[in-house]
């Protein structure tokens, strides 16, 4: 019940085009749903974050998708940039804010 | 740099020996994570404190991980006797209490086990 299954494990776009990474979660407990992005040798850094009682946050060009009942969220970066190659973890949290991360996107950039 | 700070960067180390990490969290965040992240995984939950106080331990710190934050301040990470299994990206993060507050993440200790 503690887990966040994430997919795909990698992804490769065309700059310009669409990234969409998709998480799902099985705890109702979990009341908050960040997504971090990560560069090779560096700590996850937050991207966006959303609380079930909203269906859609958007900031800049990262868009979070929530879907309560389906216990689904989703991340969409719009015309995606080479400088947005790296990977990509959902998270997810209750209470204590300890976070459950999935298993991470990388996601590729094509220039 | 106010941000939470990780030392060393890295570290490698024999088996059979001790280690101990530290982190410097953002001054203000009373709460106070340590994760552990292996190659093309997702950080795992280590521990968090609360001030100086230990709320959670995760099943996965073995009795030869020992956390510490003695004056709600920084915290250390020791452990002993490393194992090769023990070769991981160790992760500090700090916030505030409450609810939904934003975790920041540290650069990382790396450590090789050899």
């Known amino acids: 019940q503690q887990q966040v299954k994430q997919s795909p494990q990698s992804l490769i776009v065309q700059k310009g085009g669409i990234s969409i990474i998709n998480c799902a979660y099985e705890?109702?407990?979990?009341?908050?749903f960040p997504w971090y992005q990560q560069f090779p040798g560096k700590g996850p850094a937050l991207l966006i974050a959303?609380?079930?009682?909203?269906s859609e946050k958007k900031e800049g060009r990262f868009t979070i998708s929530f879907n309560k009942s389906a216990k689904q969220f989703s991340l969409h970066i719009m015309d995606s940039q080479p400088g947005d190659s790296a990977t990509y973890f959902c998270?997810?949290?209750?209470?204590?804010?300890?976070?459950?991360f999935g298993q991470g996107t990388r996601l590729t950039i094509n220039p | 740099d106010t941000g939470v700070s990780q030392d060393p960067r890295h570290k490698i180390t024999k088996r059979g020996q001790n280690v101990t990490f530290r982190c410097d969290p953002i001054s203000e965040h009373n709460r106070l994570y340590w994760y552990r992240q292996t190659l093309g995984q997702g950080p795992e939950f280590l521990t968090y404190f609360q001030n100086e106080a230990q709320l959670e331990k995760s099943r996965l710190l073995s009795d030869r991980f020992s956390a510490e934050r003695p004056k709600g301040s920084f915290s250390t990470l020791e452990i002993q006797r490393t194992e090769q299994g023990d070769s991981a990206m160790y992760l500090c993060?700090?916030?505030?209490?409450?609810?939904?507050?934003?975790?920041?993440f540290g650069q990382g200790t790396r450590l090789t086990v050899v």
């Open positions: 993060a700090s916030s505030l209490a409450g609810a939904n507050t934003e975790a920041f």
């Open positions: 998270a997810a949290s209750g209470g204590a804010q300890k976070l459950v």
């Open positions: 959303i609380r079930p009682d909203v």
């Open positions: 705890n109702t407990a979990f009341d908050y």
